[in-house]
């Protein structure tokens, strides 16, 4: 009888898993790739914009500035919505030590079939003894009432909360850095492949004019097939900062959050702005300012209440429970077949006396991490005063720079027009001319590089003091981005947008002008 029950057990299990397996509940290897298929497929469909719009990319049209492009970034980067959500799992790390102090209930029902009911004999007659089918409820309940690690837990808690918002301060500043540089990187990007276009208007207008001197007989033969050669070299060049130009746009939509169909037209510039950084000044903003030295400080106050989480559990735990009991039969009476109810409370100590050196164990490593917590701080205040102080030397160094080229932009600028003069009343050569058109592109190329790595210098400057992070305490993304211009806490006071005089001076000779920079226009929403 027993055999054929458990043969009937066995059956009865073998039919469930492959009625589950059936309904799916275990997925093959091959419906697995099917709905990962599936998935990427509706992806596609998303970049098409083939299917709905609710979770497709935006898509940004218009004239884009600075802060347009850093507002985009803060509200659909990917980056920050991931961090976000670590904030979450810091949320629910406080509800985890709270819940230590907090009353546990559960609730268990029971239900149980006897194969034989017990009697019990007296005098030669028998009387049963409980019931066939045995029902009961009961609930439980456990409240603590001492637990040494209690505080230091919820405190720790608490700490990590502030780190966690620390960490959302600094993926934001690196967003807006990381953003900043890639819109710069486009602007610099479209200022060069504007210069291209410029030098390849040149070359083509000198092969023309070239040409009609050759049919008159002033030119050679060789001076036409040099122009040629000079046409399709720079045209080389043109294309080539064409591809770097899309690239760029690419990098930065991609950096915004945004779709990589998006129209825009980028409004800002690459203005110069001189400044004076104060080193101590700026050293003293990144301490009061770095999310990195906010983190290590909150790092180092958690793992000592961490250490002190360890060490109270030399200390005793101390309960109160109780328990409500409903059953059939009385649970007071046996023979009563009826339902019944009883409860029953206590107090419950605990106190481990001796566990194998555990909890020894666990504090020396504990204090290892203490320790190693003091030592990367410590580590990051010199890096933080290293990067502060080497932005200040690149910004140094690149404002030199844009005064350089700056003159040698003008000098070139002059050489062209007095050998365009020279040729047109046949002193100089038609390559001397080409050599100092292609002098002129180089330094306007340079000009143009020059400013971009000011700008950038500024912007490392920023982020190395911590200006571009929301203010201490401040768990939250911001809708607007810092600003990206001159730190007027310890830089020299300077107009936005100011520029050194005749920046990119027109050129004089055939094909147009080499190009001045555009005046920033504001973007509109």
């Known amino acids: 009888m027993i055999a054929s029950f458990a043969r009937r057990c066995v059956l009865a299990a073998v039919a469930a898993v492959f009625a589950l397996n059936g309904a799916g509940c275990f997925p093959s290897r091959e419906s697995a790739y099917s709905d990962v298929r599936g998935s990427r497929l509706h992806s596609y469909a998303l970049w098409r914009g083939e299917a709905e719009l609710a979770n497709a990319l935006p898509r940004a049209a218009g004239n884009l500035s600075i802060e347009d492009s850093v507002r985009l970034a803060l509200a659909y980067s990917p980056t920050l919505q991931s961090i976000v959500q670590e904030q979450e799992k810091a949320r629910g790390q406080v509800w ?218 030399y200390l005793p735990e101390l309960e109160a429970w109780g328990t409500q009991l409903w059953a059939e039969p009385n649970p007071h009476d046996s023979s009563d077949l009826g339902w019944g109810r009883r409860w029953t409370a206590g107090l419950r100590l605990r106190w481990t006396l001796f566990d194998g050196l555990l909890r020894e164990g666990n504090i020396i490593q504990q204090k290892a991490v203490l320790r190693q917590s003091q030592i990367r701080l410590a580590d990051t205040e010199q890096a933080v005063v290293q990067q502060v102080a080497n932005a200040m030397l690149d910004l140094a160094d690149a404002d030199e720079l844009v005064r350089s080229q700056q003159l040698n932009l003008e000098r070139a600028n002059e050489a062209l027009r007095l050998v365009t003069i020279g040729a047109q009343e046949g002193v100089n050569t038609e390559l001397e001319v080409l050599d100092a058109r292609s002098a002129l592109t180089r330094a306007r190329g340079l000009y143009y590089t020059a400013l971009h790595s000011h700008v950038v210098a500024c912007l490392t400057l920023q982020q190395a003091i911590g200006m571009m992070a929301p203010p201490t305490g401040q768990g939250t993304v911001p809708k607007e981005g810092p600003r990206t211009g001159v730190i007027e806490q310890f830089l020299s006071k300077a107009v936005p947008g100011e520029a050194l005089p005749e920046q990119a001076p027109t050129q004089s000779g055939e094909g147009g002008a080499a190009g001045s920079q555009p005046r920033p226009t504001e973007a509109t929403d």
């Open 96 to 313: 985890t030590a709270l819940s230590d102090a907090l009353p546990a209930v559960d609730f268990a029902a029971d239900y149980t079939r006897l194969d034989q009911v017990s009697t019990v004999n007296f005098g030669g007659s028998s009387v049963q003894v409980g019931s066939r089918d045995n029902w009961s409820y009961q609930v439980n309940v456990t409240q603590p009432l001492f637990r040494g690690s209690l505080s230091y837990a919820l405190t720790g808690a608490r700490l990590f909360q502030c780190l966690t918002d620390e960490k959302v301060r600094q993926a934001v500043q690196d967003v807006v850095f990381q953003v900043a540089v890639a819109y710069y990187d486009a602007v610099l990007a479209q200022h060069l492949y504007q210069v291209q276009v410029e030098a390849l208007q040149f070359a083509e207008a000198n092969l023309r004019d070239v040409s009609v001197r050759q049919e008159a007989g002033v030119a050679i033969p060789f001076d036409v097939l040099r122009a040629r050669v000079e046409v399709s070299n720079v045209q080389a060049d043109m294309i080539q900062q064409r591809n770097t130009m899309n690239r760029a746009r690419t990098a930065l939509f991609k950096g915004m959050g945004v779709s990589q169909k998006s129209d825009v037209t980028l409004t800002g510039e690459l203005a110069y702005n001189p400044t004076t950084p104060d080193l101590e000044e700026a050293v003293r903003t990144a301490y009061m300012n770095r999310p990195e030295l906010y983190q290590g400080e909150f790092d180092l106050r958690f793992q000592r209440a961490a250490l002190q989480v360890l060490r109270s559990k």
